[in-house]
């Protein structure tokens, strides 16, 4: 059973500004004062998991623990069936040191080659975790395929070179409400405000 949330502070776990107004945003509703953590000095983790799931509550705790407060962390990235899962938990390594997305979508089509088989998904893990240690966790996931070469400017990562199954644009292409309402993190965020927070 998912514990719920009641209100006041939460540690946001990630260092990115944009990351934390967005999920700020998202939260509004449900009585929640954000906090990144940044802002609370805390050190970011080594995301040293094997799974989305794993990373994802290994800095929710982490954060929690350190700040002693709720925390909130979210892990995802882009899992290429003929790459035998590849990039997945490694997605942002991919692109460097730099967050050099342009080469990390090089570096897919490059090891794709002439392989017909383009499906691929994106996943999200959102972890929602206490300083007792309890910790809840939620996926969602996207199914697609890849293009060549990248369309769209929008989003962020992987997104111009992913076309979601049934659509026409990928998610380089869509403004941020349309991806909002079909992206894996937005699967994820259901299930955690419906789990944790709706009232």
Known sequence: MARRFTGGRLVIASHNPGKLKEIADLLAPYSVVCVGAAELH?????ESGA???????????????????????????????????????YSARWAGPKKDFAMAMQRVE???????????HFVAVLSLAWPDGHVDSFEG?????????????????????????????????????????????????????????AA
């Open 42 to 46: 805390l050190p970011e983790p080594d």
């Open 51 to 89: 799974t989305f799931q794993a990373n994802a509550e290994l800095k929710a705790l982490a954060a929690a623990q350190a700040a002693k407060l709720p925390a909130l962390s979210d892990d995802s990235g882009l899992v290429v069936d003929a790459l035998g899962g590849a990039p997945g938990v």
């Open 141 to 197: 996931r996207v199914q697609g395929r890849l293009v060549w070469p990248p369309r769209g400017n929008r989003g962020f990562g992987y997104d111009p070179m992913f076309l979601p199954d049934g659509r026409s644009q990928t998610f380089g292409e869509m403004d941020p409400q349309g991806k909002h309402l079909i992206s894996h993190r937005a699967v994820a965020f259901r299930r955690l405000v419906e789990a944790c927070f």
């Open 110 to 120: 490059r090891q794709l080659g002439h392989d017909a088989d383009r499906k691929a």
